[in-house]
């Protein structure tokens, strides 16, 4: 299934959407998580079953 496209301006969209353009134009500025995501998939790899333990 293919996406439409739409061609209209960002204060247009943001203003529909109740964004301020800044909303959409903001950079995040933390760094990204990819060591503590490499770490949990590590840890699920060594436990497949998980840490539940039904009574």
Do not use: I
């Amino acid at each position: 299934m293919s996406r439409a496209r739409f061609e209209v301006n960002v204060a247009f969209a943001c203003d529909v959407a109740g964004l301020g353009r800044s909303v959409y134009y903001h950079k995040c500025k933390r760094p990204p998580d990819d060591d503590v995501l490499y770490a949990l998939l590590a840890l699920v790899e060594r436990h497949p079953g998980g840490a539940y333990q039904a009574a």
